[in-house]
């Protein structure tokens, strides 16, 4: 190994899963949070932020056993403080302590990063960049289509037209249980391969269960089980305990086609989440050659009321690493723009001046440096190096007699 090349490794090193974000990434990625706040905006949601450490004790509030993985510290009180791994939490923790004579539904929405520790064995990253909203204080099945409609027209918006969303209940998942005649203990060891997403000891638990044959084929399959609006009447009648979790995602189906994005949208009794969390609907989104979900969402009714503000809730949140990946596969890259102005830094500063002022970002490069060289590195679409203008888009190099006439061919 060379010694050389191995310090300036361990010089410039990061954590494992951190990862660094160049100029150009980093521009796409702000026009992809842009456009996210721009659709959140149009469905009403306002942005708030929340800080990046919270106190562990409150987070850990949220769900039984805690919140799990998170990058944990000590402040000078030695107060233990927390990370944020997650974005609803710290929402649902401002809204009981800011919002509590809030009258009406909230609408509220965040683009922000989050922490935690990856998982042993696993390559992810440990900061994840996410875009979400939370409705507070609508518990209808009309809550969870805006939230779902939203979701469907912000990754649209996205130019990821063919997008889908998988939309799973866990209310009904548990009312089929409770109706199939379950008992605690296996109910357990059922939330344990929910949790896993494994459907092998799913299946295992069912044929265990001891129920009759035919509930326990009922039980194995629920699962497995994917469709449009007539999946939830077909459960109904097969599980006649579901009959009301099933009209309320019979209810949200045909919103979804009043909004227009039902044909985005399949239901997925197979979308299983923490069911200590959510409540209701749990819904996953998909972008075409991306094997992750680019969005996760669901309803949390029980959330707020473990700080002391039982509302009911529901929203998503948008991953936008994955969600750059697919725009990346399917789109050509940005347009360049902004100037490249050759003196900009000593002779021609007043002109530097005045194209900014026309509305361009301008690069000031030094006399005689190489402008369309740096161009192509700063990804800038106008060279303008003494009397010509040189245009990397249209191909084009324009000579101009003086600076006036180079900021006229800008404007033009």
């Known amino acids: 190994m060379n010694p050389v090349i191995d310090g300036a490794l361990a010089r410039t090193r990061l954590p494992e899963g951190a990862r660094d974000l160049l100029p150009v990434q980093r521009q796409d990625l702000e026009a992809i949070e842009r456009a996210m706040r721009d659709s959140f905006g149009r469905f009403g949601y306002r942005e708030v932020r929340t800080p990046m450490l919270e106190y562990a004790d409150v987070m850990d509030r949220a769900l039984e056993g805690g919140v799990g993985r998170a990058f944990r510290l000590f402040?000078?009180?030695?107060?233990?403080?927390?990370?944020?791994?997650?974005?609803?939490?710290?929402?649902?923790?401002?809204?009981?302590?800011?919002?509590?004579?809030?009258?009406?539904?909230?609408?509220?929405?965040?683009?922000?990063p989050v922490a935690r520790p990856a998982r042993p064995g696993r390559a992810q990253g440990i900061e994840e960049r996410q875009a979400g909203v939370e409705l507070i204080g609508v518990g209808e099945a009309s809550g969870d289509a805006e939230v779902i409609a939203l979701l469907v027209s912000s990754l649209r918006a996205q130019g990821i037209d063919d997008v889908q969303v998988s939309v799973g209940d866990v209310?009904?998942?548990?009312?089929?249980?409770?109706?199939?005649?379950?008992?605690?203990?296996?109910?357990?060891?059922?939330?344990?391969?929910?949790?896993?997403?494994?459907?092998?000891?799913?299946?295992?638990?069912?044929?265990?269960?001891?129920?009759?044959?035919?509930?326990?084929?009922?039980?194995?399959?629920?699962?497995?089980?994917?469709?449009?609006r007539d999946l939830p009447d077909e459960v109904a009648r097969e599980i006649p305990a579901t009959a009301d979790e099933c009209r309320r995602l019979g209810e949200m189906i045909d919103l979804l086609e009043s909004h227009g994005?039902?044909?985005?949208?399949v239901i997925d009794l197979g979308v299983l989440r923490d069911w200590g969390y959510y409540t209701g609907v749990v819904f996953e989104g998909f972008a075409p050659g991306i094997s992750t979900p680019v969005?996760?969402?669901?309803?949390?009714?029980?959330?707020?009321?473990?700080?002391?503000?039982?509302?009911p809730a529901v929203g998503f949140g948008v991953l936008l690493d994955p969600l750059h990946e697919a725009r990346r596969r399917r789109t050509t890259e940005i347009e360049p723009t902004g100037v490249v102005l050759v003196g900009g830094r000593d002779g021609r500063v007043a002109l530097a001046n005045a194209i900014r002022e026309a509305g361009h970002d301008v690069v000031a490069a030094g006399a005689g440096e190489a402008g369309e060289d740096i161009a192509r590195a700063e990804r800038r679409r106008f060279v303008v190096d003494g009397r010509t203008v040189v245009d990397r888009v249209l191909g084009t190099r324009t000579t101009v007699s003086d600076d006036q006439e180079v900021l006229a061919f800008l404007r033009s």
Do not use: K, N
């Not at 944020?84 to 649902?92: G, K, N, Q, Y």
């Not at 994005?261 to 949208?265: H, T």
């Not at 969005?295 to 509302?311: C, E, K, M, N, T």
């Open 75 to 112: 402040d000078e009180h030695g107060q233990v403080l927390v990370l944020r791994p997650d974005l609803t939490i710290p929402v649902a923790r401002m809204v009981a302590g800011r919002f509590s004579d809030h009258v009406g539904a909230l609408r509220l929405s965040y683009v922000a």
């Open 261 to 265: 994005v039902a044909d985005s949208v």
């Open 295 to 311: 969005a996760l969402g669901g309803r949390y009714d029980a959330l707020l009321g473990r700080f002391g503000a039982d509302r």
């Open 171 to 228: 209310g009904l998942i548990r009312a089929a249980i409770a109706g199939l005649g379950v008992d605690d203990a296996t109910l357990h060891r059922l939330e344990e391969a929910a949790r896993a997403r494994d459907l092998i000891p799913w299946r295992e638990v069912s044929d265990d269960s001891g129920i009759p044959a035919d509930a326990r084929a009922t039980l194995a399959a629920l699962p497995t089980l994917r469709g449009g």
